[in-house]
């Protein structure tokens, strides 16, 4: 028995996870390379998209509502999505997820080109289960992304968590990338980009994932 003014210990619950790796290597770079030369094609032959992007505010070019599946116009495209479905297998073991042994499958990839002064609100990836972003040009100061506490609008009296808390306490957490990370999440966390205060734009692909048999 403890004495009435012994301190008592923490139990972390509801972990949100996030996962993130680097392509990196030989091949992995020259895929890398290979993506970043397709996206920048496409956004300059995509003339649905572009317009698309204008009339919507898009602050650069996005492939979302014009291109259904980038592997059918281009190889690099083709060889990423495999690619992202083993990682995304990696990252459900790791979080203990139980896929009722389904299996995950790319089921949208689209390109994002955000060009200098741009950034993209807080938004969820709705029906899918995992998402996730591969980042092929990153430059210096372009924006961060940046996570959202999913319990935020239920924190009406909750006090705000102090500066130096620890990263998985903290309201929101932005993350930096760099050419060739790939961050995965589940698709219903609130992510946002930041401004990109960068000279040149930033290119990156997005995707969501489903189970299938
Ligand atoms: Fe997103």
């Given amino acids: 028995m403890k004495d009435i003014s012994a301190s008592g210990s ?10 993130k790796t680097e392509l990196a290597g030989t091949s992995a770079d020259s895929l890398v390379t290979r993506l970043d030369t397709g996206c920048r094609r496409m956004a300059v032959d995509d003339r649905e998209g572009q317009q698309w992007s204008k009339r919507n505010g898009y602050p650069g070019y996005t492939s979302y509502p014009s291109v259904p ?10 060889e990423l999505k495999p690619v992202l479905a083993y990682q995304a297998a ?3 073991a790791q979080a203990q997820l139980d896929l009722g042994g389904k299996k995950l499958r790319v089921t949208r990839l689209w390109i994002n080109l955000l060009e200098p002064n741009g950034a993209q609100p807080s938004h969820i990836h709705t029906h899918s289960v995992l998402s996730g972003t591969l980042y092929t040009s990153v430059p210096e100061n372009s924006g961060k992304l940046r996570f959202e506490d999913p ?10 968590r102090l500066p130096d808390a620890r990263l998985y306490r903290q309201t929101f957490i932005p993350v930096i990338p760099q050419r060739g990370t790939l961050l995965l999440w589940e698709s219903w966390l609130r992510q946002e980009i930041t401004t990109n205060l960068a000279t040149g734009p930033s290119v990156s692909l997005s995707f969501n994932l489903n189970l299938e048999n």
């Fill in 90 to 92: 990696l990252f459900a």
């Fill in 69 to 78: 599946d980038p592997a059918d116009v281009d190889d690099a495209f083709a």
């Fill in 151 to 160: 319990r935020l609008g239920m924190m009406m009296h909750a006090p705000a």
């Fill in 10 to 19: 923490l139990m972390p619950a509801f972990a949100t996870d996030i996962y």
